[in-house]
């Protein structure tokens, strides 16, 4: 098990929920490559609506023709070991905004590890 304590870093990736990698959800792809590269973890959280860099609007809301929805991959690890993983992103994000923040961790266990 990683072992992640104070100072960390969050990376942030916002797609679209219809983005995808070889046929398959970007969002996905991405958290996969972070487990495979070891990283402390990874989440996916979709959104209810919001715009980017096109200034189109994505809406959930009823009547909407667009569907595309925005979606938040964050993974948190040392700053290093983000840092490493970030030629991937170069990789698998084409359209969309990543960022970087400094975060302190403050717990983290996993189920069935209680300190």
């Known amino acids: 098990m990683t072992r992640l304590h104070g100072n960390a870093m969050r ?4 797609i679209g929920d219809n983005d995808t990698w070889h046929h398959k959800p970007l969002c996905t792809e991405i958290v996969h490559r972070a487990h495979k590269a070891g990283l402390a973890g990874a989440s996916v959280f979709h959104g209810v609506e919001g ?4 200034s189109l609007i994505h809406t ?14 964050t993974v948190v690890d040392h700053e290093e070991r983000i840092r490493a993983f970030l030629p991937q992103l170069d990789e698998l994000v084409t359209e969309g905004l990543v960022t970087l923040d400094e975060v ?7 189920r069935g590890h209680h300190s």
């Open 51 to 54: 715009f980017g860099a096109s």
């Open 60 to 73: 959930a809301r009823l009547l909407s023709m667009n569907e595309n929805l925005p979606v938040a991959v």
């Open 11 to 14: 990376l942030t990736i916002l």
């Open 104 to 110: 302190e961790v403050i717990r983290y266990v996993g």
